[in-house]
């Protein structure tokens, strides 16, 4: 069993709706999540980070962690063709290593 | 500002070649790091650099050679490459405050062709 676990989709949605992306982990030491979101070719860009279970919310993004699930999310409202993209969840016990999710490839039909 | 830039953006190198890839950033964070990525995969850790000093080699083979002159800057050499290690060679940096490390924030990559 991987340490964590990301659906890699693809996920096709229309212009407009809302993206929810979801990573499962089973190590408890995690105590950093972040997302990231790749374009093709392209360096990943830090999206949003947290240290602790809640939301999160930065414009059209929000970031959910359950730690007593072991569960984070990351929701896209108003979703935009520039959003296609692949999201990387990555997840930190403090000791320099990540540990990235497969990525899930997103595309959002204009 | 968070930007770590690379270069250069893309290399193309025979195997008996000797290159280097560079990394800067001016974001005052004190630990560095390489990543390789190939296509469709995440980011694999290769080296991790914390106060200017090599403190993970995830097992990395010799003929790469990280390098950190400065708590801004962190060089890759390459030597006697392999075709399997064409990829997209990543750096990236995270803040260190006390004991702990935080999120960590990507270059644009530079694409390595060894042929």
């Not at chain 1, 709706?17 to 374009?39: D, E, G, H, K, P």
């Not at chain 1, 929000?62 to 993209?85: C, E, G, H, M, N």
């Not at chain 1, 692949?86 to 990525?103: E, H, P, R, V």
Request: glycine fraction near 6%.
């Amino acid at each position: 069993q991987k340490e964590v676990e990301q659906d890699p989709g693809p996920l096709s949605v229309p212009e407009g709706a809302i993206v929810s992306l979801n990573c499962t982990y089973s190590n408890s030491a995690f105590q950093y999540f972040m997302w990231y979101r790749q374009y093709s070719r392209k360096g990943p860009e830090l999206l949003m980070y947290t240290y602790s279970s809640g939301n999160k919310e930065d414009g059209r993004f929000t970031a959910q962690v359950d730690k007593s699930s072991k569960y984070i999310s990351l929701f896209i409202r108003d979703s935009q063709p520039s959003d296609s993209a692949t999201y990387l969840c990555a997840m930190s016990a403090n000791d320099y290593k990540l540990s990235f999710g497969a990525g899930t490839t997103v595309t959002v039909r204009a | 500002d968070t930007e770590v830039t690379q270069t250069p953006k893309h290399l193309v190198m025979g195997m008996t070649n000797k290159k280097s890839l560079k990394c800067e950033q001016h974001m005052g964070h004190r630990a560095m790091y390489w990543y390789k990525q190939k296509a469709k995969k995440p980011p694999e850790l290769m080296f991790v650099y914390s106060y200017e000093k090599l403190s993970i080699n995830e097992s990395v083979p010799s003929r790469f050679s990280p390098e950190c002159p400065n708590s801004s800057l962190l060089n890759l050499h390459l030597h006697a490459l392999q075709p399997e290690d064409s990829a997209l060679y990543l750096c990236a940096s995270s803040p260190i405050l006390g004991d702990f490390t935080y999120e960590q924030y990507f270059g644009p990559g530079t694409r390595l062709t060894v042929t």
